[in-house]
Every structure is written in C-alpha cells, then in structure tokens.
C-alpha cells in the first residue's frame, strides 16, 4: 500500500530530513513552503489543521506567520517525535493519524494545509474529499506538491531526478538513497494519473489556483471550501 510505503521511507530520515530536503531542491523547498502558507488568509484566533505535517516545517512557518494555533497531523511517529523537539513551546498540537481517516469534526477547523502527501495515498480523490471535510464552509485548503516542468526546463529535471538525485542520496546515506531513487517515478507516476487542480473541485472545492514554482518543478494549488 502506498501509505505504508510512505511510512518506511521516511521513518528514517527525521533528524535530516529539514536539511536535505533544502539541499537536495536547491534550496526551494522552503521557498515553496513560505509561499504555500502565504495562500491563507487566517489569524491568531484561528485553528489550522496542517497534515502530512512531517518535522513540522509548515506547522511553524503557519505559527511564525500569522500567530494561529496548528493541530499537525503525520502517521510517522519518527517524524513526529522530530517536530516535537522543533515545535516546543508553540501553540501547535500533534497527532498521529492518517489523512485518509482524520479524527476531527466536520468543519472544525480555519484552514487546512498539506505537503507532498497525495502521492503517497491510494485513493487521492477520497482523501482530498476527506481533507476538504474538516475545514468550515469558506476555509482555504492549500498543497505543495512536486511538478513536472514543462518545456527546456524538463531535460534538465530528467537528468537530476535520474542521476543526480539518486548518486546525492547514496552519498547522504541509506535512507536517501531510496528516497533518490523513489522521488522521480513517484512523481511522474502521480502526474500520468492525477490532476489536484481537477480533484480539489471534485471534492467541493471552489475558486481553485495554481501557481508553478522554480521553474516548474513545485507547484501549490489552493482554493476555498464550498
């Protein structure tokens, strides 16, 4: 199942994984992440529900930006007892569960973030539906995902997810490896199969926007629940 395989790859990588995961995208995944948060408009009074939340790394830049609350949802507990040490004293909650079967009321909170997850779960359109459940009618639900870039730029992206990425992972160490060697079909494979653009107005999601990043190579979408 892909949500175990997302469990094994990255149980491993925690206490790494905000450095190289700048690393290795040339430094834009956190550019990516700011610009991601950025899409909501909440405030401190405000509940955000950030999932596949990771080390926390949306979590905080969520708390940074606005001053809001964070519940922070993963189902890797070695990823999670990483947030912990990097979120304490923040007001941010976390759990563990899985974006397919979220343990929250319906509409319960502001907002809703989520970060290269829907690769990982067997049924996309099911869990943007589920996703899009817990946020209250109005609510900006946003994703970072990887892209495809499009045009000149694709040789060059070819040529790092097939070589370069890889021979970085092994240098890094044994759980990058399989992460450098996973990152490229997984996302050609999602992209083959899946539009967010088209899941998020599927699961009553309005106003939907994309924007294209660094070429192409991320993207975040965002929109409204209905």
Same mark, same amino acid.
């Given at each position: =199942?892909?949500?175990?395989?997302?469990?094994?790859l990255?149980?491993?990588?925690?206490?790494?994984y +905000?450095r190289?995961?700048?690393? &290795?995208?040339f #430094?834009? +995944?956190?550019?990516?992440?700011?610009?991601?948060v950025?899409r909501?408009?909440?405030?401190?009074e405000?509940?955000?529900? +950030?999932?596949?939340?990771g080390?926390?790394?949306?979590?905080?830049?969520?708390?940074?930006?606005f #001053?809001?609350?964070?519940?922070?949802?993963d189902?890797?507990?070695e =990823? /999670?007892?990483?947030?912990?040490?990097?979120?304490?004293?923040?007001?941010?909650? /976390?759990?563990e569960g899985?974006?397919?079967?979220?343990?929250?009321?319906d509409?319960?909170?502001?907002a809703?973030?989520?970060?290269? &997850? /829907?690769?990982?779960v067997?049924?996309?359109?099911?869990?943007?539906?589920?996703?899009?459940?817990?946020?209250r009618p109005?609510?900006?639900?946003? =994703?970072?995902?990887?892209?495809?870039?499009r045009?000149v730029?694709?040789?060059?992206?070819?040529?790092?997810?097939?070589?370069g990425?890889?021979v970085?992972?092994?240098?890094i160490?044994?759980?990058w490896?399989?992460v450098?060697?996973? &990152?490229?079909p997984?996302i050609?494979?999602?992209?083959?199969?899946h539009?967010?653009?088209? /899941?998020?107005r599927a699961?009553?999601? +309005?106003?939907?926007?994309?924007?294209?990043?660094s070429?192409?190579?991320?993207?975040?979408?965002?929109g409204?629940?209905?």
């Amino acid at each position: =199942m892909a949500t175990t395989t997302a469990r094994t790859l990255f149980a491993p990588l925690g206490p790494t994984y +905000d450095r190289y995961s700048a690393l &290795l995208s040339f #430094g834009q +995944d956190p550019r990516w992440r700011r610009f991601l948060v950025s899409r909501l408009g909440v405030g401190a009074e405000d509940t955000v529900l +950030d999932v596949a939340t990771g080390t926390g790394l949306v979590a905080r830049e969520l708390v940074r930006r606005f #001053g809001c609350s964070v519940v922070a949802v993963d189902q890797s507990p070695e =990823m /999670l007892a990483v947030a912990a040490e990097r979120t304490r004293g923040l007001p941010i909650r /976390l759990v563990e569960g899985r974006a397919e079967e979220l343990a929250f009321a319906d509409g319960e909170f502001s907002a809703l973030t989520f970060t290269y &997850l /829907l690769r990982y779960v067997d049924d996309p359109q099911a869990t943007v539906r589920e996703l899009a459940r817990v946020v209250r009618p109005g609510g900006t639900i946003a =994703m970072l995902e990887f892209a495809l870039p499009r045009g000149v730029w694709r040789p060059p992206w070819e040529l790092w997810v097939r070589v370069g990425l890889p021979v970085a992972g092994r240098l890094i160490s044994p759980g990058w490896r399989d992460v450098g060697g996973f &990152l490229g079909p997984s996302i050609r494979d999602f992209w083959q199969r899946h539009d967010p653009v088209a /899941l998020f107005r599927a699961a009553g999601i +309005d106003d939907v926007r994309a924007r294209r990043l660094s070429l192409g190579g991320g993207v975040v979408v965002w929109g409204r629940r209905r």
